[in-house]
């Protein structure tokens, strides 16, 4: 596909299209984990998480895969100036000393040959255990491992990721039409998943099986993303954490400085913010 140092030259040479917004009031944290933003589709939520990007600052950023999809990207080339902007603002971050840990997921997993390296600033790992303020140990990977599709019938997950697309095109078109009659943004695939039975078991037992495996290795609990479903639940004495998507959901976690942990839903924040103007102006 291309060489990840090259790559990583290549942008934060470039002037990004939407300049980066230098907000004095923006939100600080001590850890910050996104994934799934799945660069190189249709779907993917860029003006939210250039938004959020802008809005938000930690010392630590992990990028819990699927940043890029290089599925999409091998069947068709599509990369907006937008696209650009994210991987230039998240570059551009690690220069200024926030440490980025990128763990590939199954859509980006070109890059899992470059484990153990830094490309930009940005590490490249299989895996992290990170280590909360409040002393909390926690596993930290994409989780695709733990999907049996994936792993036991590629030909199946290539299906599933093309009916995910159609999906994806039709959500885009609900919400411009959305958008257009003043109403804020809302996830066709989001709800339709949780009306699915067969998803909402899948999603269940994908949960406990990252659970077990971070409680076999004697940690606290695990954070990952994948199945594109934030989360925060409790298996015994491990808790899970998902930090979902920027396709569906648009969240992130977040690790405040005392250890407290919090899932951000940007659509909502960003609707917040817009509706009370809309309705200024309606007014």
Not at 195 to 219: C, M, W
């Amino acid at each position: 596909m291309f060489a990840p140092g090259e790559f990583a030259e290549r942008v934060a040479s470039l002037r990004p299209s939407e300049p980066e917004v230098r907000k004095s009031d923006r939100r600080r944290y001590r850890t910050i984990w996104i994934s799934d933003v799945h660069l190189g589709t249709r779907g993917c939520n860029a003006d939210l998480l250039i938004d959020f990007l802008d809005s938000v600052d930690s010392d630590t950023l992990y990028l819990v895969g699927d940043i890029i999809d290089g599925w999409r990207l091998k069947k068709s080339w599509y990369w907006p100036a937008k696209h650009n902007d994210i991987v230039w603002r998240l570059l551009k971050r690690a220069k200024r000393g926030t440490r980025v840990i990128y763990i590939p997921g199954n859509h980006d997993e070109v890059f899992r040959q470059f484990t153990g390296l830094s490309f930009g600033g940005v590490e490249i790992r299989s895996k992290a255990i990170h280590e909360t303020a409040d002393g909390r140990r926690l596993l930290v990977l994409h989780g695709d491992e733990f999907d049996a599709v994936v792993l036991y019938a590629r030909w199946l997950a290539f299906l599933g990721d093309a009916a995910y697309e159609m999906l994806m095109r039709l959500n885009m078109l609900v919400n411009k039409v959305r958008a257009r009659l003043g109403k804020p943004y809302w996830s066709l695939s989001k709800h339709a998943k949780h009306k699915v039975k067969n998803a909402v078991e899948f999603i269940s037992r994908f949960e406990e099986a990252v659970a077990k495996a971070a409680g076999d290795r004697g940690l606290d609990g695990v954070v990952c993303g994948h199945i594109h479903t934030a989360e925060e639940r409790m298996f015994g004495d491990v808790v899970y954490y998902n930090d979902g998507d920027w396709v569906e959901g648009c969240t992130a976690l977040v690790e405040h400085f005392n250890g407290e942990m919090e899932i951000l839903h940007w659509a909502d924040e960003v609707n917040g913010r817009v509706l009370p103007m809309q309705q200024a102006n309606a007014a």
